[in-house]
Each structure stands twice: as C-alpha cells, then as structure tokens.
C-alpha cells in the first residue's frame, strides 16, 4: 500500500510535467494518473478500486457528478473519556496528516480500528481520514496503548490536529 506521503509527492510530480497519464504498480498495488482538462484523476487499486479526483486550477471550470459519499455509523456506547490531560507530554498525539473526515472503521457494518485501552504497534492501523474520494489509512506511529479518541467518527479534521492519544511504551 503506498503511503499518503508518497502519493502526494506523485501527484505533484506528474501535475508539474507534461506528461497526460501515469502507471506504477508495486507490490499489489496499483496507482493510476490521468490529467485531462484540469483535472486528476487518481486510482489506487491493492484489493479494491478508491478513486480521487483532485481539482487543478483551469481557465473553465469542469463539473464532474461526484459519486454518492460513503456513510460510517457513529458507534454509540463507546465515548471516549474527557478526563485525560491531552497537554500531557509524555503522551504521543496521531495527528492528521490532511483535512478530511475521520472514520474508525474501515466500513460501516466493520468494528472500530482501535478503541482506547487497544495496544497498537508504530504500524496498526487507528483510523482512516478520508480527502477527495480518497480513503487514506492512518498508522500509529509509535508503539503503546490508547489512551484517548479527540475527534468523533464521521467528524471533519484539520491538517495536524490530533486525533488519538498513546501512552508510549
């Protein structure tokens, strides 16, 4: 699976030359670029097909109908607790890497990623944050247990604003 980080560099890259259509497949996974009237078209495809449409600044703006957003159930007895210091600098913060809409499961019929008291190692998978059609899975990044969910599912997050808080181990 590539990582968010590369597939922003990608994109750049391929936005910047001249070039109208990109292919890389690696390990399993697949990424396709197509630029056609302003517009990119992603295709990421390691088990299923996710595909983003990223907006270019264009003389003539191109409207595209956008496919129907995927709804996530809100768990409803799991509420994380507000009693933890979230300034507490022995705990590591997951931020986001993008703005987005933070879901904590992969579906809505799937179970939450992680729930707070759930070991996780720097590579688990806590939640997804989903950008343009574009459903980006956010690792742990450090090995502990968390402590803290600060956003709900379903919730609009900015760039960099915390998202889980792991006691390190």
Do not use: W
Not at 76 to 90: F, G, I, Q, R, Y
């Amino acid at each position: 699976m590539f990582k968010v980080q590369e597939l922003r560099e990608i994109i750049k890259l391929v936005d910047a030359s001249s070039i109208e259509e990109f292919v890389y497949e690696n390990d399993g996974a697949k990424i396709k670029l197509k630029k056609s009237n302003g517009v990119v078209t992603e295709v990421v495809a390691p088990k299923k097909e996710v595909v983003a449409q990223v907006a270019q600044p264009a003389s003539q703006p191109v409207v595209q109908p956008a496919p129907e957003p995927v709804k996530v159930a809100a768990p409803v007895a799991e509420e994380a607790p507000k009693t933890t210091n979230t300034s507490d600098e022995s705990l590591h913060k997951i931020t986001s890497p993008m703005v987005g809409t933070f879901y904590q499961a992969p579906s809505p019929d799937s179970p939450a990623y992680v729930k707070v008291g759930d070991k996780v190692s720097d590579e688990s998978i806590v939640c997804i944050v989903e950008a343009m059609k574009l459903f980006n899975e956010i690792e742990a990044e450090v090995k502990g247990e968390i402590v803290e969910i600060l956003v709900k599912d379903g919730q609009l997050v900015e760039y960099g604003q915390p998202l889980f808080l792991v006691k390190p181990e």
